[in-house]
């Protein structure tokens, strides 16, 4: 399987509600990261997980959490959702350079509304 | 801290017209940097990918030049068709192969036939 897979595609919660969001990296990415996208913004770093490890953590509250497995897919967990949650969140999947440089290759993405 | 500013915010040009999107960056101590093209409520589409240590990349009808002592990255999109409207983002990785990405606001670009 080739390329970055997210689910679900879209996602209605209500405000206090939890949340998680799933993640298939691209075949041989062992990088994951995780980024909210508002409307009209560019895409802000929630965090970043390398072999199972969270590995870098941007601005975001303890209540966002995430998990990479084994086999490198990866979970993103939003606890007592705020309105300002709505947003589009994306995963991205890397390998880290070893001499050949990679890019990061993004998701679809899934779209959440907080009501 | 990085920021990333993208010029101009909105284009709007008919078919066939040649053109630059501008990217600035404000630590030159990037590891990369990677132009996307987003179409609405979508994920990121790769385009174009430039090493700290590359001037340029080109694919197709695109090319991107990098000038990382000034903090300067361009994309150059040749003869530019209806399907190429979106919004293009670049975003730069911080100076190691982990590094986060740091986005700028985007170009939302619109041709028209």
């Known amino acids: 399987e080739t390329g970055v897979t997210q689910s679900p595609t879209h996602l209605i919660k209500t405000r206090g509600q939890q949340v998680t969001l799933r993640c298939s990296s691209q075949?041989?990415?062992?990088?994951v990261s995780w980024y909210q996208q508002a409307l009209g913004q560019g895409p802000q770093f929630i965090f970043q997980?390398?072999?199972?490890?969270?590995?870098g953590r941007g601005n975001f509250p303890p209540r966002f959490s995430g998990l990479q497995f084994p086999n490198y897919s990866s979970e993103l967990n939003v606890n007592a959702l705020e309105l300002d949650d709505s947003a589009l969140y994306l995963c991205?999947?890397?390998?880290?350079?070893?001499?050949?440089?990679?890019?990061?290759?993004f998701g679809s993405g899934t779209r959440l509304t907080v009501v | 801290k990085q920021e990333v500013t993208q010029i101009p915010a909105a284009l709007s040009v008919p078919e066939g017209e040649n053109l630059v999107l501008n990217c600035s960056f404000t630590?030159?101590?990037?590891?990369?940097l990677q132009w996307f093209r987003q179409d609405p409520g979508k994920g990121l589409t790769s385009l174009l990918l430039?090493?700290?240590?590359?001037r340029e990349q080109t694919s197709g009808r695109l090319n991107a030049s990098l000038d990382k002592s000034s903090g300067r990255s361009t994309l150059y999109i040749a003869a530019s068709q209806p399907g190429d409207s979106a919004t293009y983002l670049c975003?730069?990785?911080?100076?190691?192969?982990?590094?986060?990405?740091?986005f700028g606001r985007g170009t939302q670009l619109t041709v028209w036939p």
């Open positions: 991205a999947s890397s390998i880290p350079g070893q001499g050949s440089e990679y890019g990061y290759t």
């Open positions: 075949s041989g990415h062992n990088t």
């Open positions: 997980y390398y072999r199972e490890e969270e590995n």
């Open positions: 630590d030159s101590a990037i590891y990369n």
């Open positions: 430039i090493q700290s240590s590359q």
């Open positions: 975003a730069v990785r911080r100076g190691s192969t982990l590094g986060r990405l740091y």
